[in-house]
C-alpha cells in the first residue's frame, strides 16, 4: 500500500499522560499536515510542513502539542499533559507541492483516534 | 470559515445516480472546488477537483456551473459502499497550507 499511513490508529490514555502519533506520508510527497476532527465536525487544520520546516500552526494548536518532520520524510505529533478535550481523531495527509500558482491535491491517512479518559 | 454551503443530509437509492450541490457564491477566480468523502472512522478520500470545466474521474463527475457560484458532484450509480459525508471545499493554490473543511453533506444510500 503506498498511501499515507498512521500509527498507531487507537490510543487510549489517561490525563495527564504524553502521546505521540506517527505519519508516513505518500513517499515522494514534500508536503504534510496534521488535522484535527472531533465528533460530527470536519478536519481542522493543525499544522504544515514543506519538507522538514514547519511553516503554518492553527492556533488550535497549543504549546502541548509539538510536530516535527526531522528527515522531511515521516512526521510525528506529540500532545504533552493530555486533557479530555483532545479526545478526537488526528489526521494527516500529505501532497506534492508543485508551486504556488498549481493546485495540490491531499491525500490523507486513516488517522489516529485518540480517547483521553 | 469554509467557503461553502451544502445541505446537511441527502437520500438515494442503490443504483440511481446521486447528485450532491454545493454553493459557493463568493468563490474567487483562482480557486479550485474540491470534492472529498468521508466514509465513517476513515480518513477523507479525495474524489474529484476542478476550475471551471466539468471534469469526470472513474469516481465521479464534477459539474460547475457558468459563474462559478455552485456545482454538484454525480455519483452516477450510487452503491450502498458510497454511504459517507460529502464535502465541498473551494481553495487557491496560493493556499498551499489546508483544506477548510465545513460540516459536509451526509449522503445515505438505501437499498
Known amino acids: 500500500d503506498t498511501g499515507v499511513s498512521q500509527n498507531p490508529r487507537h490510543k487510549i490514555t489517561k490525563r495527564g499522560q504524553n502521546v505521540t502519533f506517527r505519519c508516513d506520508p505518500i513517499?515522494?510527497?514534500?508536503?504534510l499536515y496534521w488535522y484535527r476532527q472531533t465528533l460530527g465536525q470536519g478536519p481542522e487544520f493543525l499544522t504544515y510542513?514543506?519538507?522538514?520546516?514547519?511553516?503554518?500552526k492553527s492556533r488550535l494548536l497549543s504549546d502541548r502539542f509539538s510536530a516535527e518532520r526531522p528527515k522531511g520524510s515521516f512526521s510525528t505529533l506529540e500532545i504533552q499533559r493530555t486533557e479530555q478535550g483532545d479526545s478526537a481523531m488526528y489526521l494527516c495527509?500529505?501532497?506534492?507541492?508543485?508551486?504556488?500558482?498549481?493546485?495540490?491535491?491531499?491525500?490523507f491517512g486513516p488517522g489516529t483516534r485518540l480517547l483521553v479518559l | 470559515d469554509a467557503k461553502t454551503t451544502q445541505p446537511t443530509s441527502m437520500d438515494c437509492a442503490e443504483g440511481r445516480a446521486a447528485n450532491l450541490p454545493c454553493n459557493h457564491s463568493?468563490?474567487?477566480?483562482?480557486?479550485?472546488v474540491y470534492w472529498y468523502r468521508q466514509i465513517h472512522s476513515q480518513g477523507p478520500q479525495y474524489i474529484i477537483h476542478?476550475?471551471?470545466n466539468n471534469e469526470t474521474n472513474e469516481m465521479a463527475s464534477l459539474i460547475i456551473t457558468e459563474d462559478r457560484k455552485s456545482s454538484t458532484l454525480i455519483l452516477p450509480h450510487a452503491t450502498l459502499r458510497d454511504t459517507a459525508v460529502y464535502y465541498c471545499?473551494?481553495?487557491?493554490?496560493?493556499?498551499?497550507?489546508?483544506?477548510?473543511f465545513g460540516a459536509g453533506t451526509r449522503l445515505t444510500v438505501k437499498p
Open positions: 463568493t468563490i474567487s477566480g483562482n480557486e479550485y
Open positions: 471545499i473551494v481553495r487557491a493554490p496560493r493556499e498551499n497550507n489546508d483544506m477548510r
Open positions: 513517499s515522494e510527497h514534500n508536503r
Open positions: 476542478g476550475l471551471k
Open positions: 495527509a500529505s501532497s506534492l507541492g508543485l508551486g504556488r500558482r498549481l493546485p495540490e491535491t491531499q491525500y
Open positions: 510542513f514543506q519538507n522538514e520546516a514547519q511553516l503554518e
